[in-house]
């Protein structure tokens, strides 16, 4: 029989999946370029000279070392007066008919090979957010030698380079400055090409 007067009582909502967790998975990094099987990778170094601006500094979390593409003059630099890239590297992408040009600073996880080829054992991590620090007190302050367009590409172990960030007329003014990314899929290797340098505002 159908109940005359029935109660209900609230008794919660639950979730069968646990709640993700952020971890830092890029160790710290020396001049090896490279830490516990992850490998850092740049279309080129200023004067050629790692120790001094080689791609480990990017992840060595010192806020005084960095990265540096190499010089004007060397086919590898940025249009002074409008910040667009004017030199020969290119990248490919998945489902896009032209490459973009830019330097770049890659990160191989353990496993993926120097070219991240395809590689079906590699370790593939989601990235869910990443951070970028402003030059602190060089050249054409505080902005002259930033990232202000980039894109971030994401190699998953089965091969090619997919977008999955692109960021645009961005200043840093020496702050670090934090990026989610909307829809996290696992990678055995990342790249962040910059297509643009300075503030241009």
């Avoid at 639950?14 to 992850?38: C, D, H, L, Q, R």
């Avoid at 080689?54 to 002074?80: C, R």
């Amino acid at each position: 029989t159908m109940l005359n007067n029935p109660e209900s009582t609230y008794v919660g909502c639950y979730n069968n999946i646990p709640p993700s967790t952020e971890i830092m998975f890029v160790p710290k990094m020396t001049s090896s370029n490279n830490a516990n099987g992850y490998y850092a990778y740049a279309s080129s170094v200023y004067q050629s000279n790692n120790n001094f601006t080689g791609p480990w500094n990017a992840f060595d979390k010192n806020v005084n070392t960095w990265w540096h593409t190499a010089a004007d003059g060397d086919s590898n630099f940025y249009d002074s007066n409008n910040g667009q890239y004017t030199g020969t590297q290119e990248t490919s992408i998945i489902n896009e008919f032209f490459p973009l040009k830019g330097e770049w600073l890659q990160l191989n996880l353990p496993g993926a090979s120097s070219n991240a080829s395809a590689n079906a054992n590699a370790t593939a991590f989601p990235l869910t957010r990443y951070e970028i620090l402003g030059r602190q007190g060089c050249c054409g302050n505080p902005n002259g030698r930033d990232p202000n367009t980039w894109y971030i590409l994401g190699w998953p172990p089965s091969g090619g380079w997919y977008q999955i960030d692109y960021q645009s007329n961005i200043s840093f003014n020496y702050k670090m400055l934090s990026f989610n990314i909307s829809n996290p899929k696992p990678y055995s290797a990342y790249l962040i090409i910059t297509t643009v340098a300075g503030d241009n505002s």
